[in-house]
């Protein structure tokens, strides 16, 4: 037993000496970490990205610290309403129950909820031999609910002359898991192609037989591995797959942040919800020249109003950065979002502005 | 181990020895099973670069010529039982190759994709202050090492000493119930398990709460039961002389557990353990509703949002953004770090258990 | 053997030392312990699931009821988890074989630790190679099968041409469960009585005669029990699953088309973050209904193993 317990004496303190020695210091870039606030928000995952870009270029100026935990849309507008984060990430604005919760949750002022991460979700496809395609609204709805079935369809043929369509199977891909972006492009069918689309509007994909894929990856990657389908996806994402020009009115749009960002523009806000909510109801049936109608619009929801004045001023300047054209741009190069336009800025930044504490003395 | 044992009615002649046959009648030739089987690979290899035929198909046919060949020649020469033995060898040496595959494919993936991020960036810095390229997995190690640990710290002593409370003490209603109730816990799903910690952790905390603690307390929940379960079925190798003997000595039972019964069990014990931390050390849902992600370092379980691995990885393949393959370089290179640790701890367990255990056997 | 260790001896003349009533506490302890800790998840289970017990049907997701949700799931848990073990048991027991009787000794103990690091590579890992690697693979047999044998049920098609179909994501589970089934076997192979194949090899048996005479019957209820393990862990993959399988349909038994039924993990996975009220209730409530199947599979593993220490009578 001598070896072992010459081996015991120099394993164990050997491995606790490692592992205390890898935990006692900090990673190579944040030496002299930052001190100040700390602000922690939670929602959707399709703002990740641009959270990130948004973080990073808020903390190149400015102390503290952001946290952002992609939970969910839901998962988000919850914790937020019960207090549980400062601020949260929705793709879908506060329904009139929450609205309720959130008012009770911030107090008097009430809450900030401003769209601030547009993005356009492009329909993307994989078909051997076809590189620009165009659908109007109707087709697209009766390809997504399985009526319209290959490719070379007369009805897709009659709004794509000269394109050499094959007769390939088309498999629609769609989200398997709920999320905004199916909400969003559901909405859109909904509006635009009624009569071809009748199922109701939600998070899930209500069609049954499609091919389903995990996440914007997942979805993306479908597409990619498959022949014959078509999906959407965050615009962002779709790298050199295909993308569908869409029908609008009398023209075909391929979408682009400044056709996306105009959709915002035509729509109707949302009234009723307090001074400082700019929710929208989107015109996903616009007919106006130059927007693309199939856009996800996130929303940043926080209080007008916090306990703490330290955290009031960081997720004020925060969310200014966010609406900023700065924050917009950074945004739109790191996630390829559709950065907002002039009008929607100064309309939503008093909003910001009146982000206070009630104690501000402290 | 063939024998070549004949069996009598190949012997019709009783007067000469054997009946006048060699030893080898009846036998196939040493190098029958290999020349076949190198003759069914080149005509599966030919028809793969001749015949152009996909490789998979190839092989199977090489694989199922070899079988049909061996089998009828041998029980042509040597009789139907010594064919099944060659047809069973040949079957079981085949769903073994089979089986390789898959692992050789896998490591092979995680290793070609995740070696594209092995520089000294990616060990050294965390995700503070990084868009697009760039960036390290060094605040995720931290977070995985912090968070399995504590999981660990809970769940082996928990864990150990309930299996010893089953072994050695366990009698009547109590240890019925604890056995059937460690059998319910291997079958919570982990996304449940987290959700129950953290409820635990809001009623404590309030709502929001995040912190390392909350995931280690997770994974215990997951852990506890396959801990239980290894230690116990280790235990009850442990011979009762052992334990007699030691009690012969006057040596009170705690003694006799601590020093005779669970070093004699160690080795399998610590197997069992790691074969629990690989279980918990790549989950993600439980982690992130309890820990939470955060970009930057985090030393301190009890405060603030912590970052492991395979949060981490799946979060920089989930949303990526525009620079999808940098992130993607990171979701795999965090994949094969959290197999080398995986494939580490294991080891070390081995040695562990090695050095501990007794000497003779 | 493990029969006489249920008896440690009562007759010990030894006092009871402080020592000894501080141990036999704490270990008591930690199984209370886990008792409690189970019955706070039961609680926070069954509070969270009510609201779905009870809800109106049409509020259930789907808006026909809770059965109606559930079933597919069910039936999708259960298809994948018994066909990947049908896939894997057989693999494993050919393993075990091989390690244990046809390997050379020096390299039979280096391959065992190869199979055991199967096991202990995260879930993350498969969902990543099924989806990147192995599904690709699959379109072209896939579509081959449902031309040729389109007949058979199973592969009725029309095949995915993604590949991330059902078959995909069962062979995903059958190499995840493989390891953990391999080394309960390999244990039990190797525990088989020496005596016994040494008998079998001199009155003239092949080695597969010794085999299926010596160590199948020893190890028979083993590879039950292992089989039984695997299935828990089968029943309860989330991640790999999500992240392999296209679940877009009801009850099917068509393993090759896009058109599959989720599993209960996979799906309490990708609905989970967008859930809300009584949809997310309806997760927890399908959550109760794996946590009971997988309560019964480990009952069962139990039931045989134990009564495998009954006619213990080997040695």
Known sequence: MKRSTLGRAFVLPTTAALAFGLVACGSANEEGSSGGPTINGAGASSQEAAQSAWRTGFLDNNEGTINYDPVGSSGGREQFTNGGVDFAGSDAYLDDGEVAAAQERCGEGGFVEVPAYVSPVALITNVEGVDSIKLKPATIAKIFNQKITTWNDPEIAATNEGVDLPDTRIVPVNRGDGSGTTENFVEYLKAAAPEQWPHEVGDEWPVSGGEAAQGTSGVVQAVKNGDGTIGYADASRAGDLTTVEVGVGDEFVQYSPEAASAVLDVSERVEGRGDHSFAFDLARDTTESGTYPIVLVSYVLACSNYDNADKATMVKDYLNYIVSAEGQDAAAEQAGSAPISDDLRSNVEPAIEAISSSNSGS | MSTSLKTPEQDPDLNTPLGGVSLTAGQLPRSAAPTTLVAAGVAGLLLWLLADWAIVLCALLAAAAYVVIVYTWSRTVEGPRKATDRFVTALVSGAFLLALLPLISVIATVVTRGVARFDAEFFTYSMIGVTGEGGGIYHAMIGTLIITGLATLISVPVGMLTAIYLVEYGRGKLAKAITFFVDVMTGIPSIVAGLFAYALFVMVFGPGVRMGLAGA????????????????????????????????????????????????????????????????????????????????????????????????????????????????????????????????????????????????? | MASSTEAPPRRNRTPRRPGDRIFAGVSTGSGVLILVALAGVAVFLVTEAWPALTAPAEDIPGGEGLVVYIWPLLFGTLISAVLALVIAVPLAVAIALFITYYAPRSIAKALGYIIDLLAAVPSIIFGLWGMNVLAPVTVDPASWLSEHVGWIPFFAGPASSTGRTMLVAIIVLAVMVLPIITAVVREAFTQTPQLHQEAALAIGATRWEMIRMAALPFGRSSIIGASMLGLGRALGETMAVAMVLSASAGVTFDLISSENPPTIAANIALQFPEATGVGMNTLIASGLVLFAITLAVNMIARAVINRRKDFDGAN
């Open chain 2, 217 to 361: 307390v997770a994974l215990s929940v997951l852990m506890i039961p396959t801990v239980v379960r290894s230690t116990e079925e280790m235990l009850k190798l442990v011979p009762n002389e052992l334990r007699e003997a030691s009690y012969a000595l006057a040596v009170p039972k705690w003694r006799t557990i601590l020093k005779v019964v669970l070093p004699t069990a160690l080795a399998g014990i610590a197997t069992g353990v790691t074969l629990a931390i690989a279980r918990v050390i790549g989950e993600t849902a439980p982690l992130l509703v309890t820990a939470g992600l955060t970009d930057g370092d985090n030393f301190d379980p009890f405060d603030g949002r912590m970052t492991t691995l395979s949060v981490f990885s799946y979060y920089e393949y989930q949303s990526p953004g525009l620079f999808a393959e940098a992130s993607f370089d990171r979701a795999w290179g965090a994949a094969l770090v959290l197999m080398i640790i995986v494939m580490v701890l294991n080891l070390v367990a081995r040695a562990i258990s090695k050095l501990f255990a007794p000497k003779s056997r």
